[in-house]
């Protein structure tokens, strides 16, 4: 992925210099590309340095952020992914991430969510719903996650197509429910640093 399409992401040249050269910093490495990946605890060092007010109480666990970056379920992240991540999180207004967010669960990107996407889709509702509502046991937070995967299939056709993933994640607060309030907060107000300010 070039420098251009990170761009097309809406992220300013010194910004993705700058998280590029963080992320070789904790690989250890004098380059990055599109494709380095970082294991969960690279990706925790990275998140801590990039985000050090996130506070886990009350949002998702870094763990379970990790398992959302993952969209190819592989066990690591990519430099592409992250930075996807990122977009979704801090850059454009609610429709914008919810369009990024659909295009993260679209792995086939055939523009519907079905089979395994759905599986994907339901199983980050259920952990983010036990992550931000402590009392909810894993029962009730799949009912919860299930409930609102049949609003999303507004014509109950059992996919949901982006135009419903977008016109109902609107009403319901879907980037809330899968994203986490506490951290949609913080993000809200954060820029990212040009470069030199996040490196060590």
């Known amino acids: 992925m070039s420098d251009k399409q990170f761009e097309d992401m809406g992220f300013k040249s010194k910004e993705i210099k700058g998280l590029k050269k963080l992320i070789a910093n904790i690989k250890d490495v004098k380059s990055v ?3 380095t990946t970082l294991s969960l605890e690279e990706f925790n060092k990275f998140f801590s340095t990039v985000f050090p007010e996130y506070k886990q109480e009350g949002g998702l666990s870094i763990d379970n952020i990790f398992l959302n970056v993952d969209k ?7 430099v592409k ?7 979704i999180y801090i850059k454009g207004d609610e429709q914008t991430k919810l369009l990024n967010l659909f295009d993260a669960f679209d792995l086939d990107e055939n523009g519907v ?9 339901l199983d980050l509702l259920k952990i983010a719903i036990q992550d931000s509502q402590k009392d909810k046991n894993e029962i009730d937070a799949v009912k919860e996650a299930s409930a609102l995967l049949q609003k999303l299939d507004a014509d109950k056709n059992g996919a949901v197509t982006k135009e419903e993933w977008c016109t109902v994640g609107k009403q319901v607060g879907l980037t809330k429910a899968l994203l986490g309030a506490e951290f949609l907060k913080v993000m809200d107000s954060y820029k990212l640093p040009d470069g030199k300010c996040i490196i060590s």
Do not use: R
């Open 33 to 35: 590309d599109g494709s």
């Open 72 to 78: 190819d379920c592989d066990g690591s992240v990519n």
């Open 81 to 87: 992914e992250v930075l996807a991540w990122i977009a």
């Open 113 to 121: 969510l079905e089979g395994d996407e759905i599986n994907k889709l």
